[in-house]
């Protein structure tokens, strides 16, 4: 090929999503909150995991407007401090709702006043002041590959941040998707979703789940070989792939993270 692949499973929003009353969309798109935090470094990271398992246990996993969470621990990113603490909900009401819902749990689990304070006076203490808010809406008109088996053992969370030209060009998301990233055994879990509210309306962000770091690498191959076989001929290749290209600037940034299987919901 006259260039290398370098989507990995990148999926193109603008065309399809753009598109009213879209008919290919079955189901409706849900909410995802990303908060990053920063850990004190003086603070042991086991007290930590402690903390957030009860408050896991105590509120997250008991309400029901949240349908999804992770919590994202550094593993190869450019601050070793963060910690993203990630929501989903079925929609942008039931984010304020869901707040107020965990207050309700919060004082059911802690119902001394003086004992709820001292719990979330040592949550905090885990955190510098510092954190930043963005609010996603998935994309469902090119499909996910949704996480079926449970695991124990922390999984590796590759982000990729894209930037999307918003110039409306491009097509072939679905097929590649269905044709590349669903047939790739390595890639356990995949999410796309872009920009609702926060700092850039042109972000496009991909999550994949892989059991191991090494898997993430034998996945860049395999999509290689997908590629290769579904469009033998190079011409026809560049051709797929000049057009869903147009979607983006070209610019993008990676981020590795694992999670916390005990905190997953």
Not at 13 to 36: D, R, Y
Not at 61 to 89: A, F, M, P, R, W
Not at 138 to 147: A, L, M, N
Request: aromatic share 14%; hydrophobic share 30%; with cysteine.
């Amino acid at each position: 090929m006259k260039k290398r692949r370098k989507l990995l499973g990148l999926v193109l929003w603008i065309t399809l999503a753009c598109i009213p009353g879209n008919a290919q969309e079955k189901e409706k798109p849900v909410f995802i909150t990303m908060t990053t935090l920063h850990r004190s470094l003086d603070a042991k990271a086991k007290d930590w995991k402690a903390t957030e398992q009860e408050y896991f246990d105590k509120v997250t996993s008991k309400n029901d407007l949240i349908i999804g969470s992770e919590i994202l621990t550094h593993y190869y990113t450019d601050d070793n401090t963060e910690i993203v603490q990630v929501s989903v909900y079925k929609s942008w009401e039931d984010i304020e709702k869901a707040n107020a819902l965990s207050d309700e749990l919060a004082k059911k689990a802690w119902p001394d006043e003086k004992t709820r304070k001292a719990f979330f006076d040592k949550y905090n203490s885990f955190f510098t002041p510092q954190h930043s808010d963005e609010i996603y809406q998935s994309i469902t008109s090119v499909g996910e590959k949704p996480y079926k088996d449970e695991t124990k053992k922390p999984m590796i969370v590759y982000i990729r941040r894209s930037q999307m030209s918003m110039k409306g060009d491009g097509k072939n998301a679905k097929e590649f998707n269905d044709k590349i990233t669903f047939k790739d055994p390595y890639i356990k879990a995949y999410y796309p979703f872009r920009h609702a509210w926060g700092s850039n309306s042109t972000d496009f962000m991909e999550a994949f789940f892989y059991d191991s770091l090494s898997d993430m690498e034998k996945s860049n191959d395999k999509i290689d070989e997908l590629i290769k076989s579904t469009w033998p001929n190079e011409k026809d290749a560049d051709a797929f792939f000049d057009e869903l290209e147009k979607s983006f600037t070209g610019k993008h940034a990676d981020y590795i993270y694992r999670n916390i299987p005990s905190v997953s919901k």
